[in-house]
């Protein structure tokens, strides 16, 4: 059965690929799963029939027969459960496998997106010219970390997994910052995710979307 996600009908990003169905599609794109895109406006977000697939009002979901999922993070381990190519078969790697899919959204994303809501919501604060120093400590903390913890290898444990998949799309939140340049080897941990097959077919995928090109579905 063809699976079907959500997203943006006109996304906010501006077609940069870091809305979070972008992390679907990829996934979905490296294990080759065919699927069906659903746009939503910010409207019907908050509609009750989007909010019985998303109890927040959120993108995106995901929707195979009788199951509805939600939360980009939930979605692609279910992805990585039922298809080959983004868990590793070894028990003990995979056990790591998920492990850096959880760091990736628990502990480096939240401090980002904590910046970037500063940076949107909080400019005209008075606050805002001192914590937002804070913020990029920490942001500085968590990257010097993982870079030390990456070296020089490809990826986060041997081959690249769904770990990988959700660490790049979180560092992407950081193209073109100071921030992410001063750790040559995550900028070219990024680039090599980016050049992945899968990835630039996902991209491309959402790109049409938001330029109106071609059509959602993939």
């Given at each position: 059965?063809?699976?079907?996600?959500?997203?943006?009908?006109?996304?906010p990003?501006?077609?940069?690929?870091?809305?979070?169905?972008?992390?679907?599609?990829?996934?979905?794109?490296?294990?080759?799963?065919?699927?069906?895109?659903?746009?939503?406006?910010?409207?019907?977000?908050?509609?009750?029939?989007?909010?019985?697939?998303h109890?927040?009002?959120?993108?995106?979901?995901?929707?195979?027969?009788?199951?509805?999922?939600?939360?980009?993070?939930?979605?692609?381990?279910?992805?990585?459960?039922?298809?080959?190519?983004?868990?590793?078969?070894?028990?003990?790697?995979?056990?790591?496998?998920?492990?850096?899919?959880?760091?990736?959204?628990?502990?480096?994303?939240?401090?980002?997106?904590?910046?970037?809501a500063?940076?949107?919501?909080?400019?005209?604060?008075?606050?805002?010219?001192?914590?937002?120093?804070?913020?990029?400590?920490?942001?500085?903390?968590?990257?010097?970390?993982?870079?030390?913890?990456?070296?020089?290898?490809?990826?986060?444990?041997?081959?690249?997994?769904?770990?990988?998949?959700?660490?790049?799309?979180?560092?992407?939140?950081?193209?073109?910052?100071?921030?992410?340049?001063?750790?040559?080897?995550?900028?070219?941990?990024?680039?090599?995710?980016?050049?992945?097959?899968?990835?630039?077919?996902?991209?491309?995928?959402?790109?049409?979307?938001?330029?109106?090109?071609?059509?959602?579905?993939?």
């Amino acid at each position: 059965m063809t699976p079907t996600i959500t997203a943006f009908a006109r996304s906010p990003d501006g077609g940069r690929g870091l809305a979070r169905d972008m992390r679907v599609r990829w996934a979905l794109e490296e294990v080759g799963q065919p699927y069906d895109v659903r746009l939503v406006s910010f409207s019907e977000m908050k509609e009750s029939a989007h909010r019985a697939l998303h109890p927040f009002g959120q993108i995106p979901t995901y929707e195979e027969g009788d199951l509805a999922l939600f939360e980009s993070g939930a979605i692609i381990f279910h992805i990585a459960q039922r298809h080959a190519g983004l868990l590793p078969e070894d028990a003990s790697a995979r056990a790591r496998a998920i492990a850096w899919m959880f760091a990736a959204l628990n502990t480096v994303e939240p401090p980002i997106i904590e910046r970037e809501a500063a940076r949107l919501l909080e400019r005209d604060k008075s606050w805002y010219e001192e914590r937002l120093p804070i913020l990029e400590d920490r942001i500085r903390v968590r990257l010097g970390q993982l870079s030390s913890r990456l070296g020089d290898a490809d990826w986060l444990d041997d081959a690249f997994s769904a770990g990988d998949l959700l660490m790049v799309t979180v560092l992407r939140r950081l193209s073109g910052a100071d921030l992410l340049a001063k750790h040559p080897n995550l900028t070219i941990y990024v680039a090599r995710g980016e050049a992945r097959p899968a990835y630039r077919r996902a991209f491309d995928a959402q790109l049409a979307v938001f330029t109106g090109k071609a059509p959602a579905g993939c």
